[in-house]
């Protein structure tokens, strides 16, 4: 067996999403016909997007011994990610994410982290330290605590693994992790939060925090594309497909999960990109982070 599993390190939340006819703005309350229950947080969601995708994925993640958590753990499950390494842990809820989206399938998110908050550094560095040999792509998104990011990138990068990193949100650890070289994967506004103001354009952003990392940035612009940033040679933007939105809620986690299925499974960079994309633009026709994540088999159709 090659080192082509894909192993994912974030949050798990459970979802609660109102559709309502718009955001609400500071001090407003919206009113939408009811509230639906979805599982959610960026790692299980980009967990998902992998495992339907056709990679191994195993998750490394917190949930409280609850029935959110009971839950949470049957549905990655029933998706088929490996959840060996997801901690119960006694006396603290699972992360819930509260929702708003809009008829343009715009979203608003709060988050409270929950056990998620509770990750610990040593569960992580363990964790990722006994799965790295068979791995090809570690994937860290930042919804747990930066000590966890960082044994995650760590590990990941000092056993010579592709790391993909998702400052999703920009947190002070991904500055710090910039050095040890992972691929990041920030949206634009992620992306000028890392580069603090000091450039005045995409590419050049995004170039600034190549220069640091040493390997390829990738730029997610929602339906402007992605522009992809190598470490020798001009920046490249892939266009986004045109696609009927529903609900954006997990389509930077499918584009996150589906790239680094590609990654782990050392396809090239631009196809694995190619992939991430056409599985985002499916993703965004249902509501629910989940419910529009394709498998291989509409990936390849939609992609051609
Ligand atoms: O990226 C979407 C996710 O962000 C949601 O599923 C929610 O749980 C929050 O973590």
């Given at each position: 067996?090659?080192?082509?599993?894909?192993?994912?390190?974030?949050?798990?939340n459970v979802d609660l999403v109102v559709a309502a006819?718009?955001l609400?703005?500071?001090?407003?309350?919206?009113?939408g016909?009811?509230v639906e229950r979805y599982?959610g947080?960026?790692?299980?969601?980009?967990?998902?997007?992998?495992?339907?995708?056709?990679?191994?994925?195993?998750?490394?993640?917190?949930?409280?011994?609850?029935?959110?958590?009971?839950?949470?753990?049957?549905?990655?499950?029933?998706?088929?990610?490996?959840?060996?390494?997801?901690?119960?842990?006694?006396?603290?809820?699972?992360?819930v994410a509260l929702i708003v989206v809009?008829?343009?399938?715009?979203n608003q998110i709060a988050v409270?982290?929950?056990?998620?908050?509770?990750?610990?550094?040593?569960?992580?560095?363990?964790?990722?330290?006994?799965?790295?040999?068979?791995?090809?792509?570690?994937?860290?998104?930042?919804?747990?605590?930066?000590?966890?990011?960082?044994?995650?990138?760590?590990?990941?990068?000092?056993?010579?693994?592709?790391?993909?990193?998702?400052?999703?949100?920009?947190?002070?650890?991904?500055?710090?992790?910039?050095?040890?070289?992972?691929?990041?994967?920030?949206?634009?506004?992620?992306?000028?939060?890392?580069?603090?103001?000091?450039?005045?354009?995409?590419?050049?952003?995004?170039?600034?925090?190549?220069?640091?990392?040493?390997?390829?940035?990738?730029?997610?612009?929602?339906?402007?594309?992605?522009?992809?940033?190598?470490?020798?040679?001009?920046?490249?933007?892939?266009?986004?497909?045109?696609?009927?939105?529903?609900d954006t809620t997990g389509?930077?986690?499918?584009?996150?999960?589906?790239?680094?299925?590609?990654?782990?499974?050392?396809?090239?960079?631009?196809?694995?990109?190619?992939?991430?994309?056409?599985?985002?633009?499916?993703?965004?026709?249902?509501i629910g982070a989940?419910?529009?994540?394709?498998?291989?088999?509409?990936?390849?159709?939609?992609?051609?």
């Open positions: 067996m090659g080192a082509d599993e894909l192993v994912v390190v974030g949050a798990i006819p718009r609400p703005g500071p001090g407003e309350t919206v009113v016909p009811g599982g947080g960026k790692g299980a969601n980009a967990a998902v997007a992998a495992a339907r995708a056709g990679a191994r994925v195993h998750l490394i993640a917190a949930i409280g011994d609850d029935d959110t958590g009971d839950t949470a753990l049957a549905e990655l499950r029933h998706d088929h990610v490996t959840t060996d390494h997801v901690v119960r842990l006694a006396g603290t809820p699972t992360g809009d008829p343009d399938g715009e409270g982290a929950g056990a998620n908050a509770a990750l610990t550094a040593a569960h992580v560095r363990a964790a990722v330290g006994a799965l790295v040999p068979r791995a090809g792509c570690v994937l860290v998104s930042t919804e747990i605590p930066g000590d966890a990011i960082e044994a995650a990138v760590r590990t990941a990068t000092d056993a010579g693994v592709p790391c993909v990193l998702n400052p999703a949100p920009v947190v002070p650890a991904v500055e710090r992790l910039l050095g040890f070289g992972p691929i990041v994967t920030p949206n634009r506004t992620e992306l000028f939060d890392l580069v603090d103001g000091a450039a005045s354009d995409t590419a050049r952003a995004a170039r600034r925090i190549g220069e640091r990392t040493g390997a390829p940035v990738i730029v997610t612009l929602g339906g402007d594309g992605a522009l992809v940033v190598p470490v020798d040679g001009p920046p490249s933007m892939v266009p986004a497909h045109a696609v009927q939105v529903r389509a930077g986690d499918t584009f996150n999960g589906v790239l680094a299925a590609a990654i782990a499974s050392g396809r090239p960079l631009a196809e694995a990109v190619d992939d991430a994309m056409a599985a985002a633009a499916l993703s965004v026709g249902a989940r419910a529009g994540m394709p498998d291989a088999a509409a990936i390849a159709t939609f992609r051609h």
